[in-house]
Every structure is written in C-alpha cells, then in structure tokens.
C-alpha cells in the first residue's frame, strides 16, 4: 500500500503572506516518479498548481509563476511547495500528488498514481 501524508503549512493567512507546505510518499514503493500539487477552490474544478519530475524538472501554473517554489527530496520521498506574496485568489484546497512505482509483490511493480489528503488554504484580503 502506498500513501501521501501532508502536513504542516495549510491555514489561514492574511495577502501578501507565505505558506510552505509538506508531503511525504510512504509505504511498499520501489520508486516516485512525477511530483505536483493540485488546488482546487468551491465550485471549480482541480486544477494543476506545480509538478517536479524525479530529475528535478519543474511546471507551474502560470497564475502562481514568481511566487510559488516546488521543490524535492528524493531521498525522503517528500515534496514541497513554497507558496508566497499569497493572493485571496490563492485559497482553495491544495492536494499532494505522486506517480510512483509500486512493489506489488517480489520482483512485480505497478505504476499508480497516489493523492494526498488534502490541505485547506485561506487568503484573506
């Protein structure tokens, strides 16, 4: 089984302010491929903020381009997302996303892609 854990970061801040935001991929995992966070505010749609490849490729949204930073630790299988200069526009919930290789049993692996649990983000203006 393989799962997503964020933590920390989500809350309520005021414009103009910073967030950082953590998620860690745990559990029978022989590999984590692409890396992203998805957003998604009352009444739209999910949308892709930022995603990291395992080579350390990055793609962001263009509404969060200069103020957010995705960033990786391979080594603990974590993703981060440094959110600042936070707009109203901004708030919404924000959920961890990973395609990763997973061991099914000794010698078997299966692509499978893993959400996290979601983190709620407000901006007040």
């Known amino acids: 089984q393989v799962q997503l854990v964020e933590s920390g970061g989500g809350g309520l801040v005021q414009a103009g302010e910073s967030l950082r935001l953590s998620c860690a991929a745990s559990?029978?995992?022989?590999?984590?491929?692409?890396m992203g966070w998805y957003r998604q505010a009352p009444g739209k749609q999910r949308e892709l903020v930022a995603s990291?490849?395992?080579?350390?490729?990055?793609n962001y949204a263009d509404s969060v381009k200069g103020r957010f930073t995705i960033s990786r630790d391979n080594a603990k299988n974590t993703v981060y997302l440094q959110m600042n200069s936070l707009k109203p526009e901004d708030s919404a919930v924000y959920y961890c996303?990973?395609?990763?290789?997973?061991?099914?049993?000794?010698?078997?692996?299966?692509?499978?892609?893993?959400w996290g649990q979601g983190t709620l983000v407000t901006v007040s203006s």
């Open positions: 996303n990973a395609v990763v290789v997973a061991i099914i049993r000794q010698s078997t692996y299966r692509p499978l892609e893993v």
């Open positions: 990291v490849t395992s080579g350390g490729s990055t």
């Open positions: 559990g029978s995992i022989y590999g984590v491929n692409t």
